[in-house]
């Protein structure tokens, strides 16, 4: 009976830390000067290393994708110091004159958390990229992450953001590549873990990134709620397991 206890709240504990990082994540879409972000976030296990954000500055939107590596509470504490980081830099760069360009952020939150991954000998994928209204650039930098889709309007196919960047952890001193587009009306992003194109059917088949493209491809007209519900419906179809094997995390951006 003391080991079913014991259980028991070991399960209790698992289910709070589960809760409390889900709340980390934002809580609703986001609808700006036209401009839509969605996110979600499963993860495989009571608590993941996956990560995600959005938010507003005065005349942008900063959205971040991110994943720890392993699915233990030491990824979930990882997950969050990344977070606390990451938010701090963010209050620097509206409290100074000089603007971080996307490459400077990584570089910033790689040496602020070197330390910490080393010793802990976990490593994080993030991407991170940033929209400013009046221009419609899209600037973003990565570090070692999946390289984003983008969609443009009337488009019958994705193309990948691809910028070079060494995953955050490896070294103190890292410089991260950054690139720009300029987006249109109606055209969308998505960002997304390895949970997604790493899950695999009951023969062994991987999901894919050319699957999850024709998928994405096929959702111009809809709207970022949506194509999320869709990629989930089809992911379960493709693997119709109780959990995956990997968290399952993603952004969309779309020009409204």
Not at 3 to 26: G, V
């Amino acid at each position: 009976m003391t080991q079913i206890r014991r259980a028991e709240e070991e399960r209790r504990e698992l289910e709070i830390a589960r809760q409390i990082q889900l709340s980390l994540l934002p809580g609703s879409p986001l609808h700006v000067d036209g401009a839509h972000v969605a996110g979600y976030c499963l993860p495989a296990r009571h608590v993941g290393g996956d990560y995600f954000d959005y938010f507003c500055g005065s005349d942008t939107i900063d959205i971040i994708i991110a994943d720890v590596s392993g699915h233990s509470v030491g990824a979930a504490l990882v997950m969050a110091e990344t977070r606390s980081c990451l938010k701090t830099e963010t209050l620097c760069r509206l409290h100074t004159q000089h603007a971080k360009g996307t490459g400077e952020v990584l570089a910033a939150l790689n040496a602020l958390l070197y330390e910490d991954l080393n010793r802990a000998e976990l490593f994080i994928t993030m991407f991170y990229m940033q929209y400013t209204h009046a221009t419609r650039r899209l600037c973003y930098a990565n570090a070692g992450h999946n390289c984003p889709l983008l969609l443009r309007a009337g488009d019958s196919a994705c193309r990948e953001l691809d910028t070079e960047g060494l995953i955050l952890g490896v070294k103190r001193e890292v410089t991260f590549e950054e690139k720009s587009v300029v987006l249109r009306k109606g055209d969308l992003v998505l960002l997304y873990t390895d949970g997604i194109t790493e899950a695999q059917n009951p023969e062994g088949e991987f999901f894919g990134v050319d699957r999850l493209g024709k998928l994405v491809a096929t959702q111009g007209s809809n709207s970022p709620e949506e194509i999320i519900d869709k990629i989930v419906s089809d992911l379960h179809a493709f693997c119709p397991s109780a959990s995956f094997g990997d968290d399952v995390s993603m952004v969309v951006f779309k020009l409204t």
